[in-house]
């Protein structure tokens, strides 16, 4: 994502210009894609969030200050955007699991089977997949955006210690899950 020849784009988009949004859209679509499925609850999920952070980018784009970096305020609409849909399953989780309560059965078998298929796919996801979003913000912010600690923590609007800690912790969990899925393969005849 090159900030400075978007600019002239996100202008002309602000001002409600179909073409300038679609220029934006194919310069940061691959981008944005493998970002928001390093966040993403569930990978079938990223497409989904996707369609939600060009909608939110569409809706504020008019908020964008052109003096900011461009990749830094685009990498905070998906963050948000990936926490509100966490949210928003998880509410539709608690709908689900209080109507089950109260009526005896499933409301709806297809949200039940949307929510039981997680514990088998989260076996599935890479070991990043394993960590807490909070965690998981960090080391993508970290290693895959390659920005520093300080702005990640404005882009997360928590303390730069808040930040700190998250990538210790984040990192402590990786190198011990490695370390537990390595004694697996071992066990196996693979030694990592």
């Known amino acids: 994502m ?24 194919e310069a940061t679509r691959d981008h944005a894609y493998r970002f928001i499925s390093y966040l993403a609850p569930r990978q079938q999920d990223a497409g989904d969030i996707m369609s939600e952070v060009y909608l939110e980018l569409y809706r504020s784009v008019h908020t964008y200050d052109p ?4 990749g830094a305020w685009f990498s905070g609409l998906m963050i948000r955007q990936v926490r509100n849909w966490k949210r928003r399953e998880w509410r539709l989780f608690r709908i689900t699991e209080k109507l089950k309560l109260s009526t005896g ?11 039981t298929a997680l514990d088998d796919q989260l076996e599935l996801l890479p070991l990043l997949q394993t960590l807490p979003l909070k965690l998981r913000e960090v080391i993508v912010l ?3 955006q390659d920005c520093p600690l300080t702005e ?3 882009l997360l609007e928590v303390p730069l210690g808040t930040v700190k800690s998250r990538h210790h912790h984040a990192l402590k969990q990786l190198r011990r899950r490695f370390a537990e899925q390595g004694m697996e393969k071992e066990g196996d005849g693979f030694v990592y």
Do not use: C, T
Not at 2 to 25: C, N, T
Not at 67 to 70: C, S
């Open 2 to 25: 090159k900030d400075l020849d978007l600019h002239p784009w996100l202008i002309r988009m602000s001002q409600g210009e179909e073409e300038a949004f679609q220029v934006v859209y």
């Open 142 to 144: 970290r290693y895959y």
């Open 105 to 115: 059965r499933s409301a709806d078998p297809a949200a039940e089977r949307q929510f």
């Open 67 to 70: 003096q900011q970096n461009f």
């Open 152 to 154: 990640i923590a404005v």
